[in-house]
């Protein structure tokens, strides 16, 4: 357990002080160096309680919290002589640490599925998709390079929407050390909101969500061939083998960047976003490092061949991503995607998860005994910026 009075040592300190014990902490909590766990909130308050003074008044505030204590000092009324800084913002640290922890739960997918653009507006116009083209020209000796500009061309993102919760620290929270239950409850925060990041990046990438705007008209993400869609990106697929890979793939090849004219070309690394029926398939099927190929059904023994995985070698390496959510977002066990999806959606954010503190003296101190309380947000929304770098293939 580590010891709040080395915490007061650091703060009551000339190399430190208040803000430079926050700032190590910060980084110490971050790195693993240590846990939220080790510490204690009772310890914490007896040794980070101050008077404007700068006596450490900690214990003798957290017995006036005793309600049998009839003739101690009144915490709410002898607020003007107590400074609860330094126990609000160690603690502050130590809560939204636990937060970013569940936040970050490695099960989540939507790290995978989306790259994460900050902004500062509410809804963004985003120009130049589709980029440059194919516009080089040879320059003769003496000759003025040719001048290009960028193709009138944008994309338009929705507005982002802010979600948060607030985790309170009450008194008997410290009097009776009940730290790890307002680490439980900072943990489902940072949970659940990582919980709704991934359905809606999810509803996104599975199309169960359509938000893309390109030049003004608002499309879907997915078009089969008889939808009449500006794209084909949509087909009939059932996940067995490699040939149903190399049927999406080809997919691909039928699509053009509609600006330059230019064929959508994936990066190395393609994902394959699949439901919890087909996990097994996808590794098998991506992972074979033999194939064998029977040319004549009626003498099979005679006629088969055997060779490398076709989607091995220099397609590789494919990567299999999977989560109980890609079933229930999209009812379907049999829906699959496959393509870049960084490239394909994005999540369009003003700030990622973040932590306000309320200090004591507060309504909410008088009515409910709440100390401090710590509120987490984040703000943002997926969207679907390209959506021609990604397909979706089902068995029927």
Not at 99 to 115: A, K, T, V
Not at 129 to 147: A, C, F, H, K, N
Not at 223 to 230: E, W
Not at 346 to 368: K, P
């Amino acid at each position: 357990m580590i010891r709040g009075r080395n915490l007061r040592q650091m703060v009551e300190s000339r190399d430190y002080g208040q803000r430079g014990t926050v700032s190590l902490l910060r980084e110490q909590l971050e790195s693993g160096e240590i846990k939220p766990e080790e510490f204690s909130l009772r310890d914490l308050f007896e040794n980070l309680v101050f008077d404007r003074s700068g006596d450490c008044i900690g214990r003798e505030v957290l017995n006036a919290m005793d309600p049998r204590q009839v003739d101690g000092i009144d915490f709410l009324e002898a607020g003007n002589a107590v400074d609860t800084s330094a126990f609000s913002n160690i603690t502050g640290q130590i809560v939204f640490s636990k937060m970013m922890e569940r936040y970050n739960d490695p099960g989540f997918i939507w790290p995978q599925l989306c790259e994460t653009v900050p902004t500062q507006l509410n809804g963004e116009k985003i120009p130049g998709i589709g980029r440059l083209g194919d516009v080089s020209e040879t320059v003769g000796e003496g000759r003025p390079y040719p001048t290009v500009g960028l193709e009138e061309d944008w994309v338009t993102t929705p507005e982002t929407q802010k979600r948060g919760h607030i985790v309170p620290v009450t008194k008997e929270a410290i009097f009776f050390d009940r730290t790890g239950l307002v680490l439980r409850n900072a943990g489902e925060v940072g949970y659940w909101l990582g919980v709704n990041k991934e359905k809606r990046v999810i509803d996104i990438a599975t199309g169960q969500a359509n938000n893309h705007n390109w030049k003004g008209t608002a499309y879907n993400t997915y078009y089969a061939s008889g939808d009449s869609g500006p794209w084909i990106n949509k087909a009939v697929a059932a996940l067995a083998d490699w040939t149903d890979i190399n049927e999406i793939e080809l997919l691909f090849e039928g699509m053009t960047d509609p600006v330059t004219g230019e064929p959508i070309v994936l990066g190395p690394s393609r994902i394959m976003l699949v439901p919890g029926a087909l996990a097994a398939t996808a590794w098998r099927v991506v992972s074979a490092t033999e194939v064998q190929h029977v040319d004549n059904q009626a003498n099979a023994a005679t006629y088969r061949t055997v060779g490398a995985n076709p989607i091995g070698g220099f397609r590789q390496p494919y990567q299999v991503v999977t989560s109980p959510l890609v079933y229930s977002r999209t009812s379907s066990a049999t829906t699959w995607f496959y393509g870049d999806p960084k490239k394909a959606f994005a999540y369009m954010e003003n700030w990622g998860i973040v932590t306000q503190q309320a200090g004591a003296n507060s309504e909410a101190d008088f009515n409910q005994d709440i100390v401090v309380r710590y509120k987490a947000s984040e703000r943002g929304v997926a969207a679907s910026v390209n959506p021609r770098y990604m397909c979706q293939a089902t068995a029927s």
